[in-house]
């Protein structure tokens, strides 16, 4: 008897109709990135969002990032305990460690170098500072103070001054800076630089100047002991002054009873007597008449 054999079915090569087409799909390159990352990232953003929508989870966190922050701020390495002044005066230095914003120990992340070197520029009396934190805590603080360079007698009183008119500070007696010039005036602060040159070239007159008046914002008046006066133009009042000076040495006419010495019109400057001198001139001038009269 003949044996019949059965035939097994053959699997087709062939994809089938879906698997066809997600391998067309897996060929495109935006739904590679899609599946790949797409997905994934969705899928992250929901779970965070849904975990973020409960507040209890919100306050979680933010505790979470406080405590850590914390933690390394207030590591040794980051605080700040001390603060050093350095090239500033006693008087300056009080006044910058009471306007200090800060409580020491702080944190070197809490406190702002540039608001804090505003603050001490601020001051009147300092013309630059430099802040920063080194090693061991400490700020240190360089300063830089103005240097006073005359007495400004004003209607508030009498103030220091520096040589660009900045006021310093407040003084209560002439006697305690008897070392520096005085100028007076309304006006007088905004001219110190061309106030220090008249000052220079005064220095041969020594003990003699007073000081030096601001007339109308304008011009100076030297003001000498006895009352004298040297009334200078608007313009070359250090010339001015130095013909003054020239004639004084030639002549000793700041030694006479005179009250001012006008040098406004620099082609005739004029000479006033005193009230005294006056009537002696005039009588040496009524003798001479009479006797010239015989």
């Known amino acids: 008897m003949r044996q019949v054999k059965r035939l097994t079915p053959r699997n087709d090569p062939a994809p089938s109709r879906w698997s066809y087409r997600y391998q067309r799909l897996m060929l495109t390159p935006l739904f590679r990135k899609m599946v790949f990352l797409g997905l994934p990232l969705g899928i992250c953003l929901g779970l965070g969002a849904a975990y973020l929508s409960q507040s209890e989870n919100r306050d979680a966190i933010a505790r979470a990032y406080s405590d850590m922050r ?10 700040v305990n001390l603060l050093s002044i350095e090239g500033a005066s006693r008087e300056i230095e009080d006044d910058i460690r009471e306007i200090f914003p800060h409580d020491l120990p702080a944190s070197s992340f809490d406190i702002d170098l540039e608001a804090v070197r505003d603050m001490i520029v601020g001051l009147p009396a300092v013309a630059e500072a430099h802040v920063r934190v080194r090693q061991g805590g400490v700020m240190v603080a360089d300063v830089i103070e103005r240097v006073p360079v005359a007495v400004w007698r004003s209607r508030d009183g009498l103030g220091l001054i520096d040589v660009e008119g900045i ?13 520096l010039p005085v100028i007076a005036g309304e006006g007088a602060d905004s001219e110190v630089v061309e106030a220090m040159a008249l000052f220079d070239a005064a220095r041969p ?6 000081g030096l008046v601001r007339m109308g914002e304008r011009r100076w ?9 040297i009334l200078l133009p608007e313009t070359g009042a250090v010339r001015a002054l130095e013909r003054v000076i020239v004639l004084d040495d030639v002549q000793e006419m700041l030694s006479r009873d005179l009250v001012a010495v006008d040098m406004r019109l620099a082609a005739r400057p ?19 008449s009479g006797t010239s009269e015989e």
């Open 221 to 229: 008046d030297v003001v000498l002991d006895g009352g004298q006066r």
């Open 205 to 210: 007159l020594g003990a003699k100047v007073r």
């Open 70 to 79: 914390e933690r390394i701020e207030t590591r040794p390495e980051f605080m």
């Open 270 to 288: 004029t000479i006033r007597m005193n009230t005294h001198a006056t009537e002696e001139w005039w009588q040496a001038k009524s003798l001479r």
């Open 167 to 179: 006021l310093i500070g407040e003084l209560f007696a002439r006697s305690d800076r008897a070392d």
